[in-house]
């Protein structure tokens, strides 16, 4: 695939040709409609991103810039799983990188880097960051849990310039 392109498994994305969309609104119909979506380029987005359906997101070497302060939001009971095997996958915004709420979760796997100025907060009760691997990068607190949401640290690291690795409120 071409530079700002993806692959979606299954494969289910018509051949090319059959589909006048482009690879950036491709990828935002599927990664919001869930289901497995492998990254083969960097998209940048100048809006605000919702997960509400069960979704893995293979970032490989990639990257996903956001123009926006709060990028990508996990909700309604949803789970984004976040995964780079192979290479060095980012997300990077003005703010915050992901936030789980509403009972929305998210699940950082081992070989994820992801850069933002602030980590991933969960909000509210249900909602959830768990981190089996990977680094968190940042230059204030790399995980937040705030009104009743948690996190499982099982592996990985959080590696903060400024402030926490791992902060709750309330």
């Keep these: 695939c071409a530079a700002g392109q993806y692959r979606r498994k299954p494969s289910v994305t018509p051949e090319e040709g059959d589909d006048d969309r482009t690879p950036k609104e491709r990828f935002l119909a599927d990664i919001s409609n869930g289901g497995n979506v492998t990254m083969s380029g960097d998209i940048s987005l100048d809006a605000p991103l919702t997960v509400n359906n069960n979704a893995v997101l293979q970032l490989g070497s990639n990257q996903i810039t956001w123009s926006v302060s709060s990028a990508l939001f996990v909700v309604d009971g ?3 799983t976040l995964k780079s095997n192979s290479g060095t996958g980012q997300i990077t915004n ?3 990188g992901a936030q789980a709420v509403n009972g929305g979760k998210i699940i950082v796997e081992n070989g994820v ?3 933002n100025k602030e980590g991933f907060r969960a909000v509210g ?3 959830k960051i768990t981190m089996n691997g990977g680094t968190l990068r940042t230059q204030e607190t790399g995980l937040v849990a705030s009104q009743g949401a948690t996190i499982e640290m099982n592996g990985g ?4 310039i400024d402030n926490f690795g791992i902060a709750t409120n309330g």
């Design 78 to 80: 949803a789970t984004l």
């Design 113 to 115: 880097y992801v850069t």
């Design 125 to 127: 009760s249900g909602s």
């Design 94 to 96: 003005s703010k915050w």
């Design 157 to 160: 690291l959080i590696d903060t």
